[in-house]
């Protein structure tokens, strides 16, 4: 994956990452009403956050490889 592809990668990521913490809260705001969505909820958002961090990761690790080339 090229550099570029991982930048709108993460880009992505963290726009889902974004969404998936305020439908969080959202969901918080509103308890007790809805409470049993929290598990799904909770594992969207856990899910999206550990893909952000890992494409992080990734284009971190690109661009230092990028540097010394």
């Given at each position: 994956m090229s550099l570029e592809e991982?930048?709108?990668r993460v880009k992505k990521l963290s726009l889902r990452a974004t969404d998936a913490k305020m439908n969080?809260?959202?969901l918080a705001e509103e308890l007790p009403?809805?409470?049993e969505k929290i598990p799904e909820v909770a594992e969207t958002t856990y899910q999206?956050?550990?893909?952000?961090t890992a494409a992080?990761?990734?284009l971190k690790a690109a661009r230092k490889a990028?540097?010394?080339a």
């Open positions: 991982l930048e709108a969080l809260h959202d009403v809805d409470y999206v956050y550990a893909e952000l992080r990761k990734e990028a540097a010394e």
